[in-house]
């Protein structure tokens, strides 16, 4: 196969910090769907090692290194502390700049993300689509609406983030939780287009420029000082790291403003409704990028359990196979990942399931699964009377 | 990539046999070359069976080709016995992971080798079982590689290795052929062929199917974590414990060091300034528990222990479990390398021996952290290091046989549990004398007359006369 010369340019002390014990294995989803080394962390950061010491690369290099979800539950399994994340972006980073691993569909894919004007006249032509049942059944997307009214401020004492493709699909998820908020006291603002995205996709799929634009651009849309809460687990990782992304002080501030709305919620807990004395059982599906990245999980089960009986499933938080754009990349292995989620809910014997972020949400319902936000959740039990 | 032209025929072969899962790509032949030792070779070909079938045709193919093979399970071994020298075809067992069949009544799963140790237990665990052997690597070690290391861990202490909970084997043997080593019975008749398969390292054939026996899991189980401010009476502490009539399921030990690496991956509140923690748990029926945790209360406050802290639950137990069993890992956050030894000292040697260790590093500038099995004397001295360093691996090496002279020295062994593989192959000679050696040989040729079953693995080379490898660890095999 031909090989290419490629600096990808990791810090030589995280690379060497990889002791190749083999712990992080059994926590990676794509090794647990296929059993092979170049599908594991062990593996991936092997070959990250192979490529660094030669300055080559080839294609199954390039593909290998596409295959990993990024979901980051190698990081939170490996006693050695070795930041595959922020290596895996390194590469991928790399990869973009000296070669061709982006295709131009993919890149423009992304850039979509950002410009929410295309985002919605594309969504509303899906919606057509999907109602003349053009769409083909296997693509297995959500009901898109056709048109949504707008959100309404209601004060200025935390701002909600409301991004990209959750904004232009699941805006009633985001009433819900400003519902749940201002339930719990609070008065809510939202930004205006200027953060239309927060670019956590273009920084895994190695678009750190784009990325980089995304970040300014976002954060020029919160002015002042108050808390800036997130109820999608991918863009709150993602603007947490802001500080590391540009790395200047107004970006740490930034980041330090930035919360997953369940971390605000459980300091604001007393004055939400009272709780209920039959709370059904509710299975917890943690997010990824909340519990291997935020490791912020513990809080949503405590604002659930208010209202509900939280069951955590047995699978130590692997991942559900959504991965941002991983699930249309790789259908076959994203849903081979969400089969042992699915698995391991039916284990837990429930009814419905909560998790906090629009990518798990719509992969595990095209999965078959009864998901929803945990907000929505709350939003419906708090309002319900005793 | 092509491979290399005399690799190009046994290639055609085995993905006649084998499709895809026959590999050659440069980029993946390098990710089978290591396990969890810090050795590393390199395949030729890397197979991925998934039927006991497929591995018989595979070692048929390679006795056709007159090439060497090597099993590989999860590549977490700490003696270099998963790493390929001698050009082999590693047959990797990870996608023969299937529980096939669980027989309550007789106690007994018929598993393939590629199943995951902790996966076996967890999915017994509805069941009231688990698989005993439990070596701190199990959320990802392979329990066909607990079989050819003869594997241990914390709990094996009071329930025996891997050898004491595998009934039957079945295993293709390097002439190709299949067949069962063991049966199900208690008291299988003629020579225990299963036993002399436990602990072979891969070099008497592959394990293709494995009864694992069943050990039911324990109505009561208390853990505690004892403190010292000097490791020596910690590990006096350990013998007096067992001295006293108790064995306890598990009788861990952590120098200062190693409690200060896990505390910092686990947070769960290991004592960061003790000079020694013991991690100790009992198990059985309440009364006998009980009373059991009051005996080793006693013995630790005789030995001057700081707290005595008993777990309160199930998840403050599994807590400072996963600060143990991550151990080893956690070193890489003092120095990016480090490099094992395994041996077995008697347990009243135990204070006397650590002293050396440390001395042994300090006297090679070296940095020696101390985690391990007390309750059986198995030491696992590590000298923590960065390979970066000129220079720097020839003082580990003259630290690790220093180490193990001292411990042959006090009586002990050169491996409790990991295995000799390739890296401590070398050092067997100060265990053995020549005979010794060449009668071990003589068994692993009859199993294996051809040499071809994970060469130069176990036994140095020249204790065979028709060893016709390299005569020391292969140049540059040392990462
Ligand atoms: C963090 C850490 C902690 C550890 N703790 C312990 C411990 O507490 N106790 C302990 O005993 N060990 C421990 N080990 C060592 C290691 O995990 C064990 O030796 C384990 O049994 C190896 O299993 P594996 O599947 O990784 O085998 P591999 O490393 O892949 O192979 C080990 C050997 O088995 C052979 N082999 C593998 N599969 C087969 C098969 N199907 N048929 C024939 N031969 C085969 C290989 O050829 C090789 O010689 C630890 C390792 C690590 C990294
Ligand atoms: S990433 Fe961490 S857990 Fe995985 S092999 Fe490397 S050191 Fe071990
Ligand atoms: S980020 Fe997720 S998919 Fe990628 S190597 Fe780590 S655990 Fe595996």
Redesign the pocket.
Known sequence: MKKVAVKLGIDSEDLASCVS???CLPHCPTYRVTQEESASPRGRIALMRQAESTGLIDQTFVDFMDACIQCRGCETACPAGVPFGSMMETTREALTQQTSYQSWWRRWGYRVLGCPNILTIGSRALAVLQRLKLLPSKLALPKIPLMQAPLVPSGEDVWLFTGCVMDVWMRDTHRATQRVIEAAGAGVRFPDKKAACCGALHVHAGLGEEARRLARRTMSAFPGDAPILVDSAGCGAQMKEYGHLLNTSDAHKFSQRVLDVHEWLVNHLDELPAAHANPPRIAIQDPCHLRHVQQAHDPVRVVLARYADPVILDDEGLCCGAGGAYSALYPDTAAAVRERKIESINRAQVHEVASANPGCLLHLQAGGVRVRHPLEIVDDLMRKDI | MVPPSADKPLLDDLQTLLGDRARAEDFELGLYGK??SVLEGRPAIVCLPINSEEVRCIVNICGDHKRPF?????????SG??VPVGDPVVIA?AKMNRIIEVDLDNRIAWVE?GVLNLDLSTQLKGLGFHFAPD???QQ???I??????N????HCLAYGVTSAHVAAIEVVLPDGSITVLGDLTAEPSGYDLRGLFIGS??TM????KIAVRLTQNPPEVRTLLLDFSDVRDGAAAVSAIIAQGLIPAALEMMDHRAIEVVEAFVNAGYPTEADAVLLVELDGLAGGVENGVEVVRRVAEAHHVGEVRLAADEAERALLWKGRKNA??AVARIKPDYYLHDTVVPRGKLVEVLEKVYRIADAHNLIAINVF?AGDGNLHPILAYDSREPGVLERVHAAGRAIITASIEAGGVLSG???I?LEKRDYMGMLFTEHDMATQDLVREAFDPEGLA?PL?ILPSGSRCSDSFGQHVPEGAWV
């Open positions: 014990c083999g712990l | 396990d969890g090597i099993a590989r399970g999860s590549g977490t071994g700490l016995g998963a067992t080798p070596p701190s690597s990802v070690c392979s066909g590689g607990n079989v050819a290391n594997s241990g861990g914390p390292e891969g054939g592959v394990a293709t080893f890992g099995h549990e990991h295995g593989g994970n693995k």
